[in-house]
C-alpha cells in the first residue's frame, strides 16, 4: 500500500473549522449537492454554479443540550426534527430534509466531527429524504454492483478493500443510498472515496495511491483510507446483496426470498441506528422498500475464512459468482 501521512495531531492541535465562516465549500456525496461551514475534505467536491440552492446545507448553530446529565451518546427523534448529541463531540440537529446544525464540543477536531456527521446524521437525513440505506460497503465489478453487509467485524470494509486491490473500484462504505425510485434496478448512490479499514487489514492489501489519514481518536481503531484512484466515477445498479459471516471454507449460497427481506431490514442503517424513526408510515415505508430490493437484487450469503491471507480467494469468489450471473 502507497501511505502518505500528514502530521500527526495532539491533543492542543486547534479544530479546523472556522465558526465566524460565512461563505459555504461545496460537496458532492449520495446525489446530494452539499453547502457546508465545516470542511470536508472526504467528499469530493461538487462541480456547477454556487450560486444555486444546494439539496443539503450543514450550518454551525447553537444547540440547545437535551440532556439532564452529560452522558456519551443520545438521540431524540420526531417530526420536526433529529437531536443527536456526543459528549466527546458536540450536539447535531437535522431539521426538515435539508438542514443540518452542528454545535460542536469545545476544542474538537474537525476530523472527529465527521465521523458521526457523515454516518449517522447524514444516514438520517437521506432516510428523511426517502431513502433505503444499508449499513454496508460496496463496489463495481465489470459494470455490475456487489454490496456487502454483515454484523460488525463481519468484514465488509475488508472485503471492499480486497476488491480495489484486484483493481475494481469502490462506490461507497458504510452508508450504502439506494435511490429512491428503484423502478426497475436499484441504483447505488456514490458516497465518497474512504474507507474504515483496521490496522491489520491495511497490511494485508495494497491499493494504489491510497492516502491514510492519521488515527482521529485513541479510542477509534479503524483508520480512515482515502482512495480517490479507486473511485467509481458514476452510480451504479446494485446487482448482488452478500450477506458476510464467518467460516472455515469459503463459500456462496442463495438466500430465500423471506431471509433476503430479513436480512436487508436487520441491516439497514435506520434499524441500526435509528430504530426509534420507525413509527407508523415511515415503518410501512421501510418494509416496502426492503421488499422492493430484495425483489430486484439476489441476495447470498458470503462464507469468509478466517485470515486476512484468504482475501484474494474471497475477491475471486465474488468476481465469479458475479460473472456466472446471465
Not at 429512491?180 to 472515496?193: H, Y
Not at 441491516?267 to 408510515?281: E, H, I, K
Request: one cysteine or more; hydrophobic letters at 45%.
Amino acid at each position: 500500500m502507497t501511505i502518505h501521512t500528514t502530521a500527526a495531531c495532539g491533543e492542543a492541535c486547534p479544530p479546523r473549522y472556522d465558526e465566524t465562516l460565512e461563505a459555504h465549500a461545496r460537496y458532492r456525496a449520495f446525489g446530494l449537492d452539499i453547502a457546508s461551514q465545516v470542511a470536508l475534505p472526504e467528499l469530493m467536491l461538487a462541480s456547477g454554479n454556487a450560486a444555486t440552492a444546494a439539496d443539503v446545507e450543514i450550518r454551525l448553530a447553537s444547540i440547545p443540550s437535551r440532556e439532564p446529565h452529560p452522558v456519551s451518546y443520545m438521540h431524540i427523534f420526531s417530526e420536526e426534527e433529529l437531536y443527536f448529541s456526543w459528549q466527546q463531540v458536540g450536539r447535531f440537529r437535522v431539521v426538515g430534509t435539508g438542514l443540518i446544525e452542528i454545535d460542536p464540543a469545545p476544542g474538537v477536531d474537525e476530523r472527529l466531527l465527521a465521523l458521526p456527521l457523515l454516518g449517522p446524521v447524514l444516514g438520517m437525513l437521506l432516510h428523511r429524504r426517502g431513502h433505503l440505506i444499508l449499513h454496508a460497503s460496496a463496489t463495481t465489478l465489470g459494470g455490475r454492483c456487489a454490496i456487502f453487509v454483515g454484523d460488525k467485524g463481519a468484514g465488509k470494509s475488508t472485503t471492499a478493500a480486497a476488491l480495489l486491490e484486484a483493481g475494481h473500484a469502490l462506490l461507497t462504505d458504510d452508508l450504502v443510498v439506494l435511490s429512491r425510485d428503484m423502478g426497475n434496478a436499484a441504483r447505488v448512490e456514490l458516497g465518497f472515496p474512504q474507507l474504515k479499514l483496521s490496522e491489520n487489514a491495511a497490511q494485508a492489501v495494497r491499493i494504489a495511491d491510497a492516502f491514510v489519514e492519521p488515527s482521529v481518536h485513541p479510542a477509534i481503531l479503524k483508520r480512515q483510507h482515502r482512495v480517490p484512484s479507486s473511485f467509481a466515477t458514476t452510480p451504479i445498479p446494485a446487482r448482488r446483496i452478500y450477506l458476510l459471516q464467518r467460516g472455515e471454507a469459503a463459500a456462496v449460497e442463495p438466500l430465500s426470498a423471506k431471509a433476503s427481506l430479513l436480512g436487508l431490514m436487520q441491516f439497514s442503517y435506520v434499524t441500526r441506528f435509528g430504530r426509534d424513526a420507525l413509527q407508523g408510515s415511515e415503518a410501512t415505508r421501510h418494509l416496502d422498500q426492503c421488499a422492493r430490493l430484495a425483489g430486484l437484487v439476489g441476495m447470498r450469503r458470503l462464507t469468509v475464512p478466517n485470515g486476512l491471507d484468504r482475501l484474494p480467494e474471497i475477491a475471486a469468489l465474488v468476481r465469479e459468482d458475479l460473472a456466472s450471473d446471465s
